[in-house]
T-cell receptor, first 114, second 115 residues
Framework: NAGVTQTPKFQVLKTGQSMTLQCAQD?????MSWYRQDPGMGLRLIHY???????DQGEVPNGYNVSRSTTEDFPLRLLSAAPSQTSVYFC?????????????FGSGTRLTVV | AQKITQTQPGMFVQEKEAVTLDCTYD???????LFWYKQPSSGEMIFLIY??????QNATEGRYSLNFQKARKSANLVISASQLGDSAMYFC????????????FGGGTRLMVKP
């Protein structure tokens, strides 16, 4: 099915471990982004990309790294996991520009850091 | 300052009645877009409705309408004829050119529909 695929769906990490959350889309969208959602709160932007080879920081980038080597993939790396990074992570993609452009969200990755 | 403010953490509505969820925003962009998303307990983000800053008419999508008051910087979501399946978290979000055309979200409103 077309859309945004996130893996894994669930993950438990120990403090200090590193890992990569995967995000792939097959809609040829230019824009991709990562958000985190803490309990009872809205989504906050971590990093985003407006095209292959281009990334930028969002509101809460510390502790995370991204790269965009292809249009389809936008992995999010946790360098050294901390309990404060326990959250649900959403990847989203969209066509660039203005107007009623649709943002397609993945189903989320629930990460727990112990 | 908060970019998107949703002042109602939780709301109840009787089934079949209408309900308004509040959203105010802050931007210096002339061109921006406002979105509403629904997040049921299963966790996915479902797009409901969009309003562009230059749109003169309020957006409507089925039972959803957006009460857009540009001078007051408000973009309230109106759900008519509430259904039990409308029980969920609702998020207002804004896209600004100055923010790389990415979405900024409010804190959300939890809507509970009573039978």
């Amino acid at each position: 099915n077309a859309g945004v695929t996130q893996t894994p769906k669930f993950q438990v990490l120990k403090t200090g471990q590193s890992m990569t959350l995967q995000c792939a889309q097959d809609m040829n969208h230019e824009y991709m982004s990562w958000y985190r959602q803490d309990p009872g709160m809205g989504l906050r932007l971590i990093h985003y990309s407006v095209g292959a080879g281009i990334t930028d920081q969002g509101e809460v980038p510390n502790g995370y790294n991204v790269s965009r080597s292809t249009t389809e993939d936008f992995p999010l790396r946790l360098l050294s996991a901390a309990p404060s990074q326990t959250s649900v992570y959403f990847c989203a993609s969209s066509y660039g520009g203005q107007g009623a452009i649709g943002y397609t969200f993945g189903s989320g990755t629930r990460l727990t850091v112990v | 300052a908060q970019k998107i403010t949703q002042t109602q953490p939780g709301m109840f509505v009787q089934e079949k009645e209408a309900v308004t969820l509040d959203c105010t925003y802050d931007t210096s962009d002339q061109s921006y877009g406002l979105f509403w998303y629904k997040q049921p307990s299963s966790g996915e983000m479902i797009f409901l409705i969009y309003q562009g800053s230059y749109d003169e008419q309020n957006a409507t999508e089925g039972r959803y309408s957006l009460n857009f008051q540009k001078a007051r910087k408000s973009a309230n979501l109106v759900i008519s004829a509430s259904q039990l399946g409308d029980s969920a978290m609702y998020f207002c979000a804004m896209r600004e050119r100055n923010a790389g055309n990415m979405l900024t979200f409010g804190g959300g409103t939890r809507l509970m529909v009573k039978p």
